[in-house]
Antibody
Framework: QVQLVQSGSELKKPGASVKVSCKAS????????MNWVRQAPGQGLEWMGW????????TYARGFTGRFVFSLDTSVSTAYLQISSLKAEDTGVYYC????????????WGQGTLVTVSS | QSALTQPPSASGSPGQSVTISCTGT?????????VSWYQQHPGKAPKLMIY???KRPSGVPDRFSGSKSGNTASLTVSGLQAEDEADYYC??????????FGGGTKLTVL
């Protein structure tokens, strides 16, 4: 069965960096893209972007350029989200999701990773 | 890309039907048949309910249906059940390999 398992919660200070992992199983990793979605506390879903798992080419939404980096290690079927120069407003739950890039929908989701940025 | 517009809340009694709207522009909802809907219970990951406007993934009850007219997409939940109480988000392809979500609608089963 398809599963996306994300790394655990993180507590970071402002200015630090964090790397969230998303390990896929139950399907061929490079067949589908990976989408990243943020949910700030008590807020809605924000579409952050996606990464082509065949080519490694990332696409970032406005507001998620510069400090946000999507990457892959296809040898272990894992996608990564790295956020640098963390700010308090980066606090939230980050989800990875298996993404049908041509038609823009996500069918399987990770359990989410809570990133808290606080001094 | 700006967020799609959804009503903050919707409600209905068990057995009734409720429809949630999702309004965008001709650059997203109106321009493509790539609208999807997600259900999210508190503390849980979103779950895909509808994709490509009207299609239901395997395992999603046929009480859930989707439609679109112009720049507005809709999710209808028929025969409301207590477990349908959740937040619902629409999403659309927005061109240039981008996507966008709606602000979310809290569905209450009275």
């Amino acid at each position: 069965q398809v599963q996306l398992v994300q790394s655990g919660s993180e507590l970071k200070k402002p200015g630090a960096s964090v790397k969230v992992s998303c390990k896929a199983s139950g399907y061929t990793f490079t067949t589908y893209a990976m989408n990243w979605v943020r949910q700030a506390p008590g807020q809605g879903l924000e579409w952050m972007g996606w990464i082509n798992t065949k080519t490694g080419n990332p696409t970032y939404a406005r507001g998620f350029t510069g400090r946000f980096v999507f990457s892959l290690d296809t040898s272990v079927s894992t996608a990564y989200l790295q956020i640098s120069s963390l700010k308090a407003e980066d606090t939230g739950v980050y989800y990875c999701a298996r993404y049908h890039a041509g038609n823009s929908w996500s069918d399987y989701w990770g359990q989410g990773t809570l990133v808290t940025v606080s001094s | 890309q700006s967020a799609l517009t959804q009503p903050p809340s919707a409600s209905g009694s068990p057995g009734q039907s409720v429809t949630i709207s999702c309004t965008g522009t001709s650059s997203d909802v109106g321009g493509y048949n790539y609208v999807s809907w997600y259900q999210q219970h508190p503390g849980k990951a979103p779950k895909l309910m509808i994709y490509e406007v009207t299609k239901r993934p395997s395992g999603v009850p046929d009480r859930f249906s989707g439609s679109k007219s112009g720049n507005t997409a809709s999710l209808t939940v028929s025969g409301l059940q207590a477990e349908d109480e959740a937040d619902y988000y629409c999403s659309s392809y927005a061109g240039s390999n981008m996507g966008v979500f709606g602000g979310g609608t809290k569905l209450t089963v009275l």
